[in-house]
């Protein structure tokens, strides 16, 4: 028999569970007129999310929910294929090398397009940001779902594959399947922001950096572009979308959206 003080003590730890774990719920929107295998990866301690690689038809989309405090990122694989002798799983972009859809903590091969996340982070802010300071494969938009007018879609929606210098491009078949970061082309300190060019004082956007952030304006472009590329929001879900439709971003859902317990 459960005594009534052990149920009124579960009772209200449960409340007080529901009041303090704010999760933030993603939904993947694969737009592209191709297949994308998106791919997440938790950073900073946090724990994975329940999946960490999938596939997305043209038109499909997915969601997952973060625990608590997740930090992590998201990128979207492209020109996967399942190696028919061994089964192995790989793919041309953004590759984790699991040999599998999911990617169990491995990270994405550069050039990718990132979407990073720190859910209720600082003064219980999310901050958020698409980054192409590993290189770009796909457009991809984050769409806070917040109604308060406060929280800004970020992004890169343009095909940067089109605007890719010659030295930065990847090719497969003759055609440009990704955009290089500079650090990963010539890996020098000037490029990566590392050794004599390691502050914000003497890390300089590159003219490649030039290049994307006119392209992507709302992308980190080199390492210390956090003033015009870092966004935050409280409490919301968010959309990721690959290939949005650069003048017509959709925003759906509403700003109460968690799933209840
Ligand atoms: C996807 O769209 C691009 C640009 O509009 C077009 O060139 C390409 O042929 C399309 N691919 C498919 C598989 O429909
Ligand atoms: C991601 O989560 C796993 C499992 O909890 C953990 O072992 C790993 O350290 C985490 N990765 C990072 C970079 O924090
Ligand atoms: C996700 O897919 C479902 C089923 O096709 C559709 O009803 C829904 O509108 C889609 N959501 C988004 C955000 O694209
Ligand atoms: C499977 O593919 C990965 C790339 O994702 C590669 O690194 C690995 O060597 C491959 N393994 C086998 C057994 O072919
Ligand atoms: C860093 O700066 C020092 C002092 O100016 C110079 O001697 C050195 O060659 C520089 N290193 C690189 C990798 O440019
Ligand atoms: C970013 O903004 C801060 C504060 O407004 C300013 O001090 C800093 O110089 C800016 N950094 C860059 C690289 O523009």
Not at 1 to 20: A, D
Not at 79 to 104: E, Q, W
Request: proline share 6%.
């Amino acid at each position: 028999m459960v005594e009534p003080t052990s149920f009124l003590f579960f009772f209200t730890l449960h409340l007080s569970l529901i009041t303090v774990v704010i999760s933030a719920k993603f939904t993947i929107v694969n737009q592209c007129n191709y297949t994308v295998w998106p791919a997440s990866y938790n950073t900073s301690g946090s724990a994975p999310l329940a999946t960490t690689g999938f596939v997305l038809q043209s038109g499909e989309n997915s969601t997952v929910t973060a625990p608590a405090n997740w930090n992590g990122r998201f990128w979207g694989r492209t020109l996967c294929t399942t190696d028919s002798a061994s089964g192995n799983f790989s793919c041309v972009t953004g590759d984790c090398g699991s040999g599998k859809i999911a990617c169990g903590g491995r990270s994405g091969s550069p050039p990718v397009t990132l979407a990073e996340f720190s859910i209720n982070s600082f003064n219980n802010q999310d901050f958020y940001d698409v980054s192409l300071v590993d290189g770009y494969n796909v457009p991809m938009d984050v769409i806070p779902l917040s109604n308060s007018g406060k929280c800004k879609s970020t992004g890169c929606p343009t095909d940067l594959n089109a605007v890719c210098p010659t030295e930065l491009k990847v090719t497969e078949n003759g055609i440009v399947v990704a955009c290089q970061g500079p650090c990963a082309a010539f890996n020098l300190q000037f490029f990566c922001c590392v050794g004599n060019h390691s502050t914000p004082e003497t890390c300089e956007p590159s003219v490649y950096a030039q290049i994307f952030k006119k392209a992507c304006p709302q992308a980190y472009s080199y390492a210390y572009d956090d003033n015009s590329s870092t966004f935050t929001c409280a409490a919301t879900d968010y959309q990721i979308v690959f290939c949005p439709a650069s003048n017509n971003a959709r925003i759906i859902g509403s700003r109460w959206e968690y799933s209840c317990w």
